[in-house]
């Protein structure tokens, strides 16, 4: 848990750099405009670097409806589908950072992220080949 905006970014950055440095796609998904939510990568190394494939950078609007109560399953089997693209694509898996705030708003928010954060493990895609899922509170 992370007292302030900022303290959130701090580890966000160091997280996807790691992902980065190890050939992972790397992916933000914030609140707000994406414009803004760019800027908040910036101070990762190599941002846009084609090499290694842009940060991805989502708005929380653009991927959930507000109030909307995600399933375990469903975000499973996105990330699983992200991760396999990732892989297809040549990196070495997928991380993703995302605020989670808005997802957790309401008793059954509270609940079905509690069951996947249970769920929370390496997604198997093919042999010897998994993606790391770290939920930052």
């Known amino acids: 848990v992370y007292d302030d905006h900022a303290e959130f970014l701090a580890a966000m950055l160091e997280f996807l750099a790691e992902g980065r440095a190890s ?14 939510l760019h800027g908040h990568v910036d101070g ?4 846009d670097d084609t090499a290694r494939g842009p940060v991805l950078v989502l708005s929380l609007d653009e991927v959930y409806r507000p109030g909307e109560t995600v399933g375990p399953e ?5 990330y699983r589908a992200a991760t396999e693209r990732a892989l297809a694509d040549g990196f070495t898996g997928l991380r993703v950072a995302a605020e989670a705030t808005p997802l957790v708003r309401t008793p059954a928010q509270r ?6 954060s249970a769920k929370r493990q390496p997604v198997s895609v093919v042999p010897s080949k998994w993606a790391p899922v770290r939920l930052l509170p």
């Open 23 to 36: 050939h992972q796609r790397v992916q933000y998904i914030g609140r707000g405009d994406r414009a803004v």
């Open 44 to 47: 990762l190394d190599g941002a």
């Open 74 to 78: 469903a975000q499973v089997a996105a």
């Open 111 to 116: 609940a079905a992220f509690s069951r996947l």
